[in-house]
């Protein structure tokens, strides 16, 4: 099966820092664009920042400057670094891959982790 697990969730103090991870099995990593996002205000959620399977980032114009995507392909691992944190920053982060897995290789799916919360006081 396809699982993202996610790790690094907390509380932390306004202008402090987190680091989220999200470990990846049964996708093909190096093949998958990965990404993070929150659930924000409504129904669908928000994308916080994105890195491609050859390495190119984006990022919501809200985090641009604070938040830095990563990923590790030995380890199958996206980390999201959080710094200069706001209470606004407040939400669920999810983990999202989209490209491969093994289970079929020619499709282009897409899979969610369980979500974290990250919660930042003022």
């Not at 820092?17 to 990404?35: E, H, P, Q, V, Y």
């Not at 399977?53 to 380890?75: H, L, P, Q, W």
Request: some cysteine; overall charge neutral; proline content about 3%.
């Amino acid at each position: 099966q396809v699982q993202l697990v996610e790790s690094g969730g907390g509380l932390v103090q306004a202008g402090g820092s987190l680091r989220l991870s999200c470990a990846a099995s049964g996708i093909i990593f190096g093949k998958n664009d990965m990404g993070w996002y929150r659930q924000g205000p409504g129904l669908q959620r928000e994308l916080v920042a994105t890195v491609t399977e050859g390495g190119s980032t984006a990022y919501a114009n809200s985090v641009k400057g604070r938040f830095t995507i990563s990923r590790d392909n030995a380890k199958n691992t996206v980390t999201l670094q959080m710094d200069s944190l706001k209470p606004e920053d407040t939400d669920v982060y999810y983990c999202n891959s989209k490209g491969p897995s093994f289970y079929i290789p020619s499709a282009h799916g897409e899979h969610w982790g369980q979500g974290t919360q990250v919660t930042v006081s003022s």
